[in-house]
C-alpha cells in the first residue's frame, strides 16, 4: 500500500507560480510512475503531468499546461513536485497525486494509489 500526502496549494494571482510536494511512503518510490491530475468544479478529473520511473525519468504533459508546468521526481526523498508557473484561472482546481507501475498512462483509471488533493485557486 502506498500513502500520497500531497502540499503546497494555495491562492495564486494569475501569471503567478506555485509548487505542488507529494510525499510518498514506500520504500520502493523509484520504481513507480507519478502523475498529477486536477479537477476542476462541475469537471471530470484530468490529467495534467507524468514522469516515469528509471533514470532518464520521462515526462508526459497535457497540452494545456505544456510550457507552464514542470513535473520532477526526488527519488531519495520520496517526493515528486509540479511547478507551476503562468498560472490562469482555469488552472483553478483540486489537484491529486496519483502512483501507479510499469507505464506511464494519462488514464485516471490506471493509478492505483492517490492522495487526498490539494486546492490550487488563481484568481486576482
Known amino acids: 500500500q502506498v500513502q500520497l500526502v500531497e502540499s503546497g496549494g494555495g491562492l495564486v494571482q494569475p501569471g503567478g507560480s506555485l509548487r505542488l510536494s507529494c510525499a510518498a511512503s514506500t520504500r520502493t518510490f523509484r520504481s513507480y510512475v507519478m502523475a498529477w491530475f486536477r479537477q476542476a468544479p462541475g469537471k471530470e478529473r484530468e490529467f495534467v503531468a507524468a514522469?516515469?520511473?528509471?533514470?532518464?525519468?520521462?515526462?508526459d504533459y497535457a497540452d494545456s499546461v505544456k510550457g507552464r508546468f514542470t513535473i520532477s521526481r526526488d527519488n531519495g526523498k520520496s517526493t515528486v513536485y509540479l511547478q507551476m508557473t503562468s498560472l490562469k484561472p482555469e488552472d483553478t482546481a483540486v489537484y491529486y497525486c496519483?502512483?501507479?507501475?510499469?507505464?506511464?498512462?494519462?488514464?485516471?483509471?490506471?493509478?492505483?494509489?492517490w492522495g487526498q488533493g490539494t486546492q490550487v485557486t488563481v484568481s486576482s
Open positions: 496519483a502512483a501507479r507501475n510499469y507505464f506511464m498512462s494519462r488514464t485516471m483509471n490506471d493509478y492505483d494509489y
Open positions: 514522469v516515469n520511473w528509471g533514470a532518464l525519468s520521462t515526462t
